[in-house]
C-alpha cells in the first residue's frame, strides 16, 4: 500500500461514520496501517493527525503504547507468546525459551532474514488452550515444546 493509498483508506473509514467522533477512528487507523506497512512510521502517523484532526502526538502516544503496533520494522510473521498466568502455569517459560533457541532471537527482536518477529503478549482470551501463542492470525493451543519446528516451518523456517 501507498501513502496516498493509506490516506484513501482512512477516508473511506471516517466516511464510513461507524465511530463517534473523529478522534475514535485512531486505533482502527492504526491497525491499518500496522496491517499494509513494515511498520507505522513517522509519515503515516502525520497522515492519520492530518485525516483525523488530532495533534500528531496524540496517534504518536496510541502507536507506540498498544503492543499490537510496531513502530520499529517487524517480520513477516509476528509469534506471539502468551505468558499470563494460565499460559505461564502451563509451561509459556519453556516454549518462549525454545523459541528463543530455534529462532536465535531474544523476545522483542526480529530474524535477520526477517522473517520471524518474537514478543510476549498479554492475554488472549484462549487460556483453554493454555499454553497459547499466534503466528500472525493464526492461533495454536496447548502448544508443547516438540511441536514448535513444526509449526515455524509452516511459515518459511529453515532450520533443523
Ligand atoms: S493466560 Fe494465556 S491466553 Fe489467557
Redesign the pocket.
Same mark, same amino acid.
Given at each position: 500500500m501507498t501513502y496516498e493509498e493509506f490516506r484513501e483508506e482512512i477516508r473511506k473509514l471516517v466516511a464510513s461514520n461507524r465511530y463517534p467522533s473523529l478522534k475514535s477512528y485512531t486505533l482502527p487507523a492504526l491497525w491499518i496501517a500496522e496491517k499494509n506497512f513494515p511498520r507505522i512510521d513517522a509519515e503515516i502517523m502525520r497522515i492519520i493527525a492530518a485525516e483525523l484532526q488530532i495533534p500528531l502526538i496524540e496517534v504518536e502516544e496510541a502507536a507506540r503504547f498498544y503492543a499490537m503496533f510496531h513502530t520499529e520494522p517487524k517480520g513477516k510473521y509476528i509469534i506471539r507468546v502468551?505468558t499470563?498466568?494460565?499460559?505461564m502455569l502451563n509451561g509459556a517459560e519453556e516454549i518462549v525459551k525454545e523459541l528463543k533457541k530455534l529462532l536465535g532471537i531474544e523476545v522483542g527482536q526480529t530474524t535477520p532474514d526477517g522473517l520471524f518477529t518474537l514478543e510476549e503478549y498479554e492475554?488472549?482470551?484462549?487460556?483453554d488452550g &493454555?499454553p &497459547?501463542l499466534t503466528v500472525n492470525e493464526e492461533r495454536f493451543l496447548r502448544v508443547k515444546k516438540e511441536e514448535l519446528p513444526q509449526i515455524l516451518k509452516k511459515f518459511g523456517w529453515q532450520g533443523e
Open positions: 502468551c499470563n498466568l494460565s499460559c492475554c488472549m482470551g484462549l487460556c &493454555a &497459547a
